[in-house]
């Protein structure tokens, strides 16, 4: 069997490290478009081999993973279309869902299932590869209504076998809630940079900028997929960042005025309080959501022997 990763950054790589020890007996194939990354997937062997054309390196395989910014993925999926074998299954891992399964319903034959994916990690993950990072992460599915119950359960299990829980949401679910955890953050991220680039103090004490700073400005989407994003997913975006407004205004007038100083106090007691609650009910919530049987079937629809089971009976 061939599994096909497109984009080896961060969570391109640690798929393919995911992968080889849960299945070593399959074949990595990974492609991206910056030479350096392919360099550094092979340097972790997450791949036994990268191809620089991108068709190519999907022709063979029987599952496709794109792991790739949310800006590249209406182009590659035109592209792979043509290349692809029958049956081949994709699964991708961009923040929004809606539109990506337009792309897919669009450019992606009938013959090839398509199930929208997105790994929402652990808080504690790191910023490096490692095989471990989808240990306790949510993996959200939307299968297309075309998909067939085979890919479903392929998909489950691929969540199972690289340590996270699959769990099956609705497209436009999915993304109303990744305006406000995931969009929301980021805009917040880009507007603090735009503010402190205007600074003068950041030539003089470049040096000053803290771990708090750089975590709430890290993780950044490139420009084309930032801007996708918040086209794409606007009306729940605009309803997050007005809730945020509202928030920020009462805190200005609160530092404007003298008699209302325990605003602040009690804005970080309730802050703290709700990340710690929201901390234990999520590793709660976690251990309740069902397990994958860890069945023949399960590995079986990874390894394409669905084909093999249809062709013996015809």
Known sequence: MQITILGLGTLGISLGLALRRALPEVRLVGHDPNPERTREALRWKAVDQTNWNLPGACKD??????????GEIEPALR?????LKEGTLVIDTAELKVPVMAWAQAYLPSSTPFIGGHPILNPDAGERPDPDLFRDALFCLTPSAQAPSWAVEAAAGLAHRIGARPFFIDPAEHDGWMAALEQLPAL????LLAVWSTAPARRDMPQAIGVRFARITAGLPDASSGRLAAIANRE??????????????????????TEDEAVFEDLFRTASHTRNAWLKSRQESFQGLPVPEDQPGLLETMLGLHRLRSSKKR
């Open 188 to 191: 917040l991220g880009a507007a």
């Open 236 to 257: 729940s975006l605009l309803y997050w960042l007005d809730r945020l407004m509202e928030a920020l205004g009462r805190l200005r007038e609160a530092l404007k005025g």
């Open 79 to 83: 592209a792979i279309a043509p290349a």
């Open 61 to 70: 395989s029987d599952l496709i993973l794109l792991a790739m910014p949310l």
